[in-house]
């Protein structure tokens, strides 16, 4: 299979659109996020989307069969909250390596069926690793600044057993996403550089940061060219945003960094923003004439969709995207990010 490094170079990549969007159309019940297998449990299961892997793995399958479809070259697996740390509001802690296993061999066996219908055109699966409940860098408690809710070293465990289980399921792909604060970001950087090593291996790495308001910085207080900085050390595929703000808004934000390294770029940013309601208004068409912009300014190595955005939104995308050239970039022989 041609490797994602060469493909970068030749076109602009499609990412998936939100597996939580997709999810809320099954609207499923607090029996269907059981199971059979987990119908005694002591606590509530609703909204446990990961989870979703065992209980629901046809839904899981067919939602990456629908962005596959729409034109996606890489899909996210479904392993957003997929450490111990977030598993812990649910007390299901011990299956973290069981749901991220799973839902690689879903997501990479899906990848496989469109791979072998169009080998012109490999499908890749990347290990979806999420920035945690908990921040290392800040204190939840107003009254105690100096608290933390979670330290580095239980954050990089965490990580670690998630990069296993994903490469393990056989991802092709780990993504660090929604990235709030760098420090935790950083932790799974450590655990994915720490296995990568002792097994010898050099999967590529995406970075994904989010700029949670209009001030232009990350939850953690950090700006666009900051962020970049704080993870300059890395070797990676690809560094970028999603999430928080819609694709017009994350315009000034890409630009920063786009002119600051020589990796590849990427955004999935959401379908505009919320209403009143939390809902996601804005039309694939809309969205699509949005990131247009991306495209005519040359930004973009891979784009996909965050919140809101389904298959209809990823179709315009690719459609869009398929007359443009790809944003041009170099990999040093660690595929490591220049300042």
């Not at 609207?27 to 005694?40: A, C, I, Q, V």
């Not at 069969?65 to 299901?92: C, L, P, Q, W």
């Not at 379908?271 to 068409?285: M, V």
Request: net charge negative; aromatic share 8%; charged share 25%.
């Amino acid at each position: 299979m041609k490797k994602i490094q060469d493909i970068l170079k030749e076109r602009v990549m499609i990412l998936d659109g939100a597996m939580g969007t997709m999810l809320q159309r099954y609207k499923f019940t607090e029996e269907d996020f059981r199971g059979s297998r987990f119908k005694d449990w002591p606590y509530p299961l609703q909204g446990n989307n990961d989870l979703l892997t065992l209980t629901q793995p046809e839904a899981i399958a067919e939602i990456h069969r629908k962005y596959f479809e729409a034109g996606a070259d890489i899909v996210e697996t479904n392993t957003f909250s997929g450490t111990s740390i977030a598993m812990a509001d649910y007390h299901m802690e011990d299956l973290v390596y069981e749901l991220n296993y799973e839902s690689a061999k879903i997501a990479k066996q899906v990848a496989g069926e469109f791979t072998k219908r169009e080998p012109n055109k490999p499908r890749f699966v990347v290990g979806s690793m999420g920035p945690t409940n908990k921040t290392a860098s800040m204190s939840p408690d107003v009254n105690d600044p100096g608290f933390r809710a979670v330290s580095f070293e239980a954050l990089r465990l965490a990580y670690k057993e998630q990069v296993e289980a994903l490469l393990d399921g056989g991802v092709d792909i780990l993504m660090v996403e929604t990235i709030f604060d760098t420090l935790n970001a950083k932790a799974a950087l450590f655990a994915i550089e720490e296995v990568k090593q002792a097994r010898n291996i050099q999967t590529p790495v995406m970075v994904s940061g989010t700029i949670t308001d209009a001030s232009g910085r990350t939850l953690s207080g950090q700006t666009a060219e900051a962020f970049l900085i704080s993870i300059a050390h890395i070797p990676l595929l690809s560094v970028g945003f999603n999430c928080a703000l819609g694709a017009k808004q994350l315009v000034p934000h890409l630009d920063a960094i786009a002119v600051r390294t020589e990796t590849a770029i990427s955004a999935h940013p959401n379908a505009g923003l919320p209403n009143a309601f939390g809902n996601y208004d804005q039309t694939p068409d809309q969205m699509a004439e949005q990131i247009k912009e991306y495209l005519d300014k040359g930004l973009m190595n891979i784009i996909g969709g965050c919140c809101g955005s389904t298959p209809a939104h990823i179709t315009a995308i690719a459609e869009m995207a398929k007359d443009y050239k790809p944003r041009k970039f170099i990999f040093s022989d660690a595929e490591r990010v220049h300042l």
